[in-house]
Nanobody
Framework: QVELVESGGGLVQLGGTHRLSCVAS????????MGWYREAAGEQRDLVAT???????RYADSVKGRFTISRDNTDNTAYLQMDSLKPEDTGLYYC??????????WGRGAQVTVSS
């Protein structure tokens, strides 16, 4: 079992920057793909960004050029740097870990609200 704990959620200003963190409880993190997903109120959970164990990244079109996903294997942490925030970036952000053998783990989510 792997536990994922997100942190950094909160109220942020329109056009501002913010960073989310996700810490994994086990070193399997280092060989796993990490992802961030967003769930707006009443909407489905959508992919925001992923990063493989070899640092290959992928982004949703809506966040390309504004968000950056990264990872630090020394402390089992994934990050989502969010810049130029828009109202539509508001939502519950979930961290996901995909192991090399296909098992998925989810965090409990961190709320980000973009306020004007």
């Amino acid at each position: 079992q792997v536990e994922l704990v997100e942190s950094g959620g909160g109220l942020v200003q329109l056009g501002g920057t913010h960073r989310l963190s996700c810490v994994a409880s086990r070193n399997v993190f280092r060989v796993s793909t990490m992802g961030w997903y967003r769930e707006a109120a009443g909407e489905q959970r959508d992919l925001v960004a992923t990063i493989t164990s070899t640092n290959v990244t992928r982004y949703a079109d809506s966040v390309k050029g504004r968000f950056t996903i990264s990872r630090d294997n020394t402390d089992n942490t994934a990050y989502l740097q969010m810049d130029s925030l828009k109202p539509e970036d508001t939502g519950l952000y979930y961290c996901k870990l995909n192991t090399a053998w296909g098992t998925e783990y989810w965090g409990r989510g961190a709320q980000v609200t973009v306020s004007s």
